[in-house]
Nanobody
Framework: EVQLVESGGDLVQPGGSLRLSCAAS????????MSWVRQAPGKGLEWVSA????????TYADSVKGRFTISRDNAKNTLYLQMNSLKPEDTAVYYC??????????????????????WGQGTQVTVSS
């Protein structure tokens, strides 16, 4: 059974930091491009960041560039998102998603939500004073 389980969401003050994790099982994690996608209250899905299967290429949405860092540990089948300098507009449910397509493409490719094979259940991040 394929599972993606996010954790690490919390209530944090503006300017604070959080580290999200996504534990994968039931598929060959190291062969998949992984993304973080978020959904703010009352809004649609927004792609945040992607990382290639080997972990040496990354891409970010302009809204988080310079503040968020995506990484992965293929030995632990785990994806991470380090979030710094958090803003109230970062408040959302954060999902990890897996894409089996081979190769590495530009950020516009990873914004397409219908291409992802697997999704997690999400973890809530709230940025508020």
């Amino acid at each position: 059974e394929v599972q993606l389980v996010e954790s690490g969401g919390d209530l944090v003050q503006p300017g604070g930091s959080l580290r999200l994790s996504c534990a994968a099982s039931g598929f060959t994690f190291s062969s998949y491009v992984m993304s973080w996608v978020r959904q703010a209250p009352g809004k649609g899905l927004e792609w945040v960041s992607a990382i290639n299967s080997g972990g040496d290429s990354t891409t970010y949405a302009d809204s988080v560039k310079g503040r968020f860092t995506i990484s992965r540990d293929n030995a632990k089948n785990t994806l991470y998102l380090q979030m710094n300098s958090l803003k109230p507009e970062d408040t959302a449910v954060y999902y990890c998603a897996a894409d089996s397509a081979r190769g590495w493409y530009g950020s516009s490719y990873y914004t397409r939500m219908d291409q992802y094979d697997y999704w997690g259940q999400g973890t809530q991040v709230t940025v508020s004073s």
